[in-house]
C-alpha cells in the first residue's frame, strides 16, 4: 500500500494537524509519529484481512509492530479510533481510484464515465474484499462510525456519480425512458430539495431518485460478488454479468450509451 495513503488516513483523523501543514516541513518528531500511525494502518489492514474487523485487537497490532500496547496507544488511542482510521483510509482510497477512473473518460461521454465509475468500485472491492467488507458489509458490533468524520470520505463515491448524473443533465443528455416513475412523496421530495441545495445540483426529482437507484444497485451488484452470493458456479463470467449490469443502470438512471471510441 503506497505510505501517502497512510498518511492522508492520519491528515483526515486530524490526529496531527500541525504536521499536515503546507507551510512549513515536518520536524523529524511529526514525521517519526506519521511513520508510526503508518505502520500501525497497515498492520490494521493486514489484521484485518486475516481475522475480519470484529476481531481487530489494538494490542495484536502493538505486538506485530514489536512494542507494548502502552505505547500504541499514544498514537492510536482505542480499537475504535483503529476501525476509524482504516474506514477513512479505505473510503478515500476508493474515492481516488473512482476519481482517476472517471477523470480517465472525455467530459461529454457520461455513459462511459458511469461505467468507468462502476468498474473502479468493483476493481477494488475485489482487490480489498476484507477493507469492501468493512465500509458496506455486516456493522461492526459495539462501533459507531463518526459521522463528522467519516460522512466526506463515504459520500465520495455517490457524489461523483451525481456529478455525472448532473453533468449530462445540464448537457442536454439525461432523460427518463420507460415507464415514468411515481411522484416523490412529500418528505422525500424535501430531502431532495435539500440534496440538490447542499450539491448544487440541477437534477429534478425523478431524475435523481432514479441516480440513487442507480447507486445501491451498484453496490448491490458488487456486493453480491464479493460475499459470495451468486455461488460459486452459477456465472462463469461475473465481469460480463457485472458490466450488463452496469449498462442496465446508466439506461434506468436516463444516461446515454457509453461512447464506444473512447
Known amino acids: 500500500m503506497p505510505e501517502h495513503r497512510d498518511n492522508a488516513a492520519v491528515d483526515a483523523a ?64 482505542s480499537r475504535e479510533e483503529l476501525l476509524t482510521l482504516l474506514l477513512i ?18 467530459e461529454g461521454d457520461f455513459g462511459g464515465r458511469f461505467a468507468a465509475l462502476g468498474r473502479a468500485v468493483r476493481g477494488w472491492a475485489l482487490r480489498e474484499p476484507s477493507r469492501y467488507a468493512l465500509l458496506f458489509g455486516s456493522p461492526v458490533p459495539g462501533y459507531r462510525a463518526p459521522a463528522e468524520r467519516t460522512t466526506g470520505p463515504g459520500t465520495r463515491v455517490v457524489v461523483a456519480l451525481m456529478a455525472i448524473l448532473d453533468g449530462a ?5 439525461l432523460s427518463a425512458t420507460g415507464r415514468p416513475g411515481p411522484g416523490a412523496a412529500a418528505g422525500l421530495a424535501g430531502d431532495l430539495v435539500r440534496i440538490r441545495d447542499e450539491f448544487g445540483l440541477a437534477v429534478p426529482d425523478d431524475l435523481m431518485a432514479r441516480g440513487i437507484l442507480a447507486w445501491t444497485s451498484l453496490f448491490g451488484a458488487v456486493s453480491f460478488e464479493i460475499f459470495g452470493q451468486y455461488g460459486e458456479a ?18 434506468l438512471a436516463g444516461l446515454p450509451a457509453a461512447d464506444p471510441a473512447a
Open 89 to 106: 483510509d479505505a473510503y478515500n482510497e476508493l474515492g481516488d481510484e473512482v476519481d482517476a477512473a472517471v477523470g480517465a473518460v472525455p
Open 169 to 173: 443533465f445540464r448537457a442536454g443528455q
Open 234 to 251: 452459477t456465472f462463469t463470467t461475473p465481469g460480463e454479468l457485472f458490466d450488463h449490469h452496469l449498462a442496465v443502470l446508466a439506461g
Open 14 to 77: 486530524g490526529d496531527d494537524a500541525t504536521a499536515a501543514s503546507a507551510d512549513r516541513p515536518r520536524t523529524p518528531r511529526e514525521r517519526a509519529r506519521a511513520r508510526t500511525v503508518a505502520d500501525i494502518l497497515r498492520l490494521g489492514r493486514q489484521h484485518l484481512a486475516l481475522h475480519g474487523a470484529a476481531a481487530l485487537s489494538l494490542r495484536a497490532v502493538a505486538r506485530d509492530l514489536g512494542v507494548v500496547s502502552s505505547a500504541v496507544y499514544r498514537y492510536v488511542e
